[in-house]
């Protein structure tokens, strides 16, 4: 079992940053590879950033391209998320989640089903 925490959350004006971290335990996280979705009130789920296992590959949605970053940390065995010139659009909850595939597909890695571990979430507000 992996347990991901997320924090890192919070209230932020449009045009600000904020990082999110997602924290493991239970297992190393060095054998999943690691997306971050969203959702927000009323919506689907949505993919927004994915790494893989050995932190070389990465793939962001389209709509944060340019202004989020996904990275890991192997030694803290902590995922990140750093927001920059944030909207409002943005204000969602914030998973992390890890997928135990081998292959890093990017086909997959956009897919919820993809994955096998999912975080309880953070909150993200972007006020205008």
């Known amino acids: 079992q992996v347990q991901l925490v997320e924090s890192g959350g919070g209230l932020v004006q449009a045009g600000g940053s904020l990082r999110l971290s997602c924290a493991a335990s239970g297992r190393t996280l060095n054998n999943y590879h690691m997306g971050w979705f969203r959702q927000a009130p009323g919506k689907e789920r949505e993919f927004v950033a994915a790494i893989s296992r050995t932190g070389i590959r990465t793939y962001p949605a389209s709509s944060v391209k340019g202004r989020f970053a996904i990275s890991r940390d192997i030694a803290k065995n902590t995922v990140y998320l750093q927001m920059n010139s944030l909207k409002p659009e943005d204000t969602a909850v914030y998973h992390c989640?890890?997928?135990?595939?081998?292959?890093?597909?990017?086909?997959?890695?956009?897919?919820?089903?993809?994955?096998?571990?999912w975080g309880q979430g953070t909150q993200v507000t972007v006020s205008s």
């Open positions: 989640a890890a997928d135990g595939d081998p292959a890093f597909s990017i086909r997959a890695v956009l897919t919820q089903r993809a994955y096998d571990y």
